[in-house]
DNA sequence: TGTACATCAGTGAACGCGCGTTCACTGATGTAC
DNA sequence: TGTACATCAGTGAACGCGCGTTCACTGATGTAC
């Protein structure tokens, strides 16, 4: 057996996506060290020169998860500068997003964030709050802008606009991939779109 | 000590009941046999008495929120007869059950339904559809006598109403209870009620 | 350029804990006589 | 009304499995001379 020996930071990259893969697939009943150690292509017991116990891979598979998203709404803004786009086109994003990383949603409700160490609660819940701010910072404009009617309040409106994805999510994996998320999602945001926009 | 005995039957609700309040109160990886037992005042191994294992147990978790679900839908049925206002009462009762029961969000996306036993997955499905449903014909019904506008889908309206939930819920919890759900509820329904209404 | 050495990623065996489940038993409860 | 018996809920010890983690080791890699 040739033994590959690789640099700590590449191998840290390695297992939290292989990490973040396998709660994708399989559910954090999947995040096991082995599976883990299994998929990098490494024994076990290797894990444990790169991460100092598996908390830290969860922490880590956060870390990807905060990175995901930030990207999404870095992303929109690059795209186009207007306010109601930025917002149809971070809503198709994040459908994609948790479509292809179904880890997003099994690991904000596990019991290791949702119920367990409450550090890391904590720490989910900057990463949604920051979020929301980036979808309300996108809002503000577009009331600033008069593009959007301004009775409203961004924050409320941004979480409204993330309520629309999560349950056609849940529909969709719950019913074996069935559920037309891309229908639900266009005729959601159309109904949403009139109603925060400026008439 | 006074061995007390009870029916299957009694026993069998008591389980489900604290497999549901263990769920709501340490999460999914707090439903052990052992703290079942214990908050029936039973030694372990009792529980095979009522339940064939401990998957059982969690089909009957199942069944106490799919009847929760239920009774919430019949329960605004009998207070008004008023669509719109049928749609305002449940949305605070599911507001109000969730904050309850925080067992539901973290059973629905457990590894156990959303990840495993594919015959469990189908059955979270049928109680979401069912609720859905239901929520659906309270629209169809506002629709019929002109009091929603119709040029929208009810099945479409019902998994936005959902939606306006799910997501105070996540922050209320991962804010540690500070998020004020009755207020960002207050908030966007008032705007759904907007979009939806006949004007 | 080649060699000796320090560093550290990777290995494999072993451990200990939690937990679901089994099983032979005990003794409370309700019923037939 | 009282007694014998069948039923079955409750007990406690024991098991086996999965899994996270430890530890002494091996040997590949890069560097100093």
Redesign the interface.
Known sequence: MSIEKLDTQIRQNQIAQAALDLVSS?????LSVAAVARKVGVVPSAIYRHFKGKDHVLDAVLDLISHRLIGNVMAVREETADPMERLRLLLARHAHLIRDNQAI??V????EV???NPGR??R??GI?STY?SSVGDIVRDGQERRMIRND??PG??A??F???????A??W????ENFDVSK?IE??WK??R???EKS
């Open positions: 399989q559910g954090m009943k999947g949603p099994r904000v409700f596990s019991d949702y119920g367990g609660k904590a989910m819940h949604v929301l409203v309040d409320a409106i979480v409204m993330l309520g629309l994805i999560q349950t056609p849940i529909l994996h719950l019913s074996g639900q005729r959601a109904i949403f009139e109603t925060i």
